[in-house]
């Protein structure tokens, strides 16, 4: 199972949010820079690199920061947050990024990130659902829709998405411990799906348990940064 540090920008810093509330910020680091590269000097290969500016703004402002980090370290990032446009995605991609990490647009424009997968190709692409009760939410979590996870899932599927993650709402930033029942359920009825958990990660033993249930991936956020899991914990998994 992969380990996925996320660094979440605000300004050119790196925070954490709660709840995926603006204001319930903390910042962690005014440098993402030496952050992505102890994660590097722990082995971790991955990284998730969210723009929470663009996600506001609907458009990607904090490239300048993916450009650092891809030219300064080796690390795999998937990049997301603003991409609307296929100049977005281009920018990204040009700045360094290997995933373009996508969400509402999945949601509110099918039509578009689908000329994008063949623009692009599938592999390129990592799709992320955010979910409250099981239905997507979208726009930073801020408007709830009554898709239901699993369809939306399958038709990606159906489309050739290959890599997803999937957020609860409810359990991101709180510590609280990841949606492990959710996360079997979706892996149940997608096994060839490549499928990574986000939110709610509080302790190595969550960890274990997610790799247990069959996730190929995790993303791994305030846990890190509040050090309830040290990166030394990650080593056996990179």
Not at 59 to 86: P, R
Not at 212 to 226: D, R
Request: charged share 25%; glycine share 10%; hydrophobic share 40%.
């Amino acid at each position: 199972m992969e380990i996925i540090p996320a660094i979440d920008i605000i300004e050119g810093k790196c925070v954490r949010l709660t709840h995926g509330d603006y204001q319930q910020k903390k910042i962690y680091n005014k440098n993402p820079l030496e952050v992505a590269l102890q994660f590097e000097d722990a082995g971790v290969k991955r990284l998730h690199l969210v723009d929470l500016d663009g996600a506001k703004a609907g458009t990607v402002k904090n490239w300048k920061v993916l450009e650092t980090i891809a030219a300064k370290t080796s690390l795999i990032i998937d990049f997301g947050g603003g991409i609307k446009s296929e100049t977005d995605v281009q920018i990204i991609f040009d700045s360094g990024a290997f995933f373009a990490t996508v969400g509402s647009i999945a949601v509110k424009e099918e039509e578009r990130f689908t000329d994008w997968l063949k623009i692009f190709g599938n592999g390129r692409f990592l799709l992320g659902a955010d979910v409250k009760k099981e239905k997507i939410t979208i726009s930073g979590w801020q408007e709830q829709t009554d898709i239901w996870i699993y369809d939306f899932i399958q038709k990606y599927i159906d489309k050739g998405v290959e890599k997803m993650f999937c957020t609860d709402v409810s359990k991101d930033g709180a510590l609280e411990g990841p949606s492990t029942e959710l996360y079997k359920r979706i892996i149940e009825q997608f096994p060839s799906l490549h499928f990574i958990a986000s939110g709610g990660v509080s302790s190595i033993e969550d960890v274990y348990q997610l790799e247990e249930i069959g996730c190929k991936g995790v993303i791994i956020g305030k846990a890190i940064y509040e050090g309830q899991i040290r990166l030394s914990q990650l080593k056996s998994f990179v």
